[in-house]
């Protein structure tokens, strides 16, 4: 059964960098195929991709976040870390990570979420 | 702004068919597969549809995809009133090499 939790905090002034951990069991990132993304949700809004770490340690960002993202994994921790600097409030979303799932014939997609931790950007 | 297009709403009746179209172009829906997410109120995201026609296990046959060219559809028959949530399309840009989302589609279920 594959699980995901997202932690790290729920306020961050502005300017502040913003590290988020999504722990996750059922898998491992260290198999063929398989990926961590994360997603985030502005209140009332649309999904937003931001980044994505595949098992061959390929990483992918959102172009337009891409200069303020930086995602890592600890195999040995079943951990994925997000890091965004700069935080403004614009950045306030629900953030998600979920498991990406890759197989042969350019096919993707999430298939497992983590329930989403809110963060706020507020002085 | 989404990269695929969403109508922002959608709603029908108990048991009714309703379909929400997802519109994108050659860089994505046009040479990828297109995946489907159920959002309920409150809740994360849930997979309801990849591969654009293929249900994962539990998801009711009431949920059915297809995709023709650079759009995709989900269409929900036998509508009911748990059905009322946001969906979300969501394809791999080439582009952009990364996955893109819809701006999401609010059925009422009326």
């Known amino acids: 059964q594959i699980t995901l939790k997202e932690s790290g905090p729920t306020l961050v002034k502005p300017t502040q960098t913003l590290t988020l951990t999504c722990t996750f069991s059922?898998?491992?990132?260290?198999?063929?195929?398989?990926?961590v993304g994360w997603i985030r949700q502005p209140p009332g809004k649309a999904l937003e991709w931001l980044a994505l770490?595949?098992?061959?340690?390929?990483?992918r960002y959102s172009p337009s976040l891409k200069s303020r993202l930086t995602v890592t994994k600890d195999t040995s921790k079943n951990q994925v870390v997000l890091t965004m600097t700069n935080l403004d409030p614009v950045d306030t979303a629900t953030y998600y990570c979920?498991?990406?799932?890759?197989?042969?014939?350019?096919?993707?997609?999430?298939?497992?979420w983590g329930q989403g931790t809110l963060v706020t950007v507020s002085s | 702004q989404s990269v695929l297009t969403q109508p922002p709403s959608a709603s029908g009746t108990p048991g009714q068919r309703v379909t929400i179209s997802c519109s994108g172009s050659?860089?994505?829906?046009?040479?990828?597969?297109v995946n489907w997410y159920q959002q309920l109120p409150g809740a994360a995201p849930k997979l309801l549809i990849y591969?654009?026609?293929q249900r994962p296990s539990g998801v009711p046959d009431r949920f059915s995809g297809s995709k023709s060219g650079t759009s995709a559809s989900l269409a929900i028959s036998g509508l009911q009133s748990e059905d009322e949530a946001d969906y979300y399309c969501?394809?791999?840009?080439?582009?952009?090499?990364?996955?893109?989302f819809g701006g999401g589609t609010k059925l009422t279920v009326l």
């Open positions: 770490l595949f098992w061959d340690d390929d990483n």
């Open positions: 979920a498991h990406r799932r890759t197989m042969s014939g350019g096919i993707y997609y999430f298939d497992y």
């Open positions: 591969r654009n026609n």
């Open positions: 969501e394809a791999w840009d080439d582009s952009l090499k990364g996955p893109v």
């Open positions: 059922g898998f491992s990132l260290s198999t063929s195929g398989v990926g």
């Open positions: 050659t860089s994505n829906i046009g040479f990828n597969t």
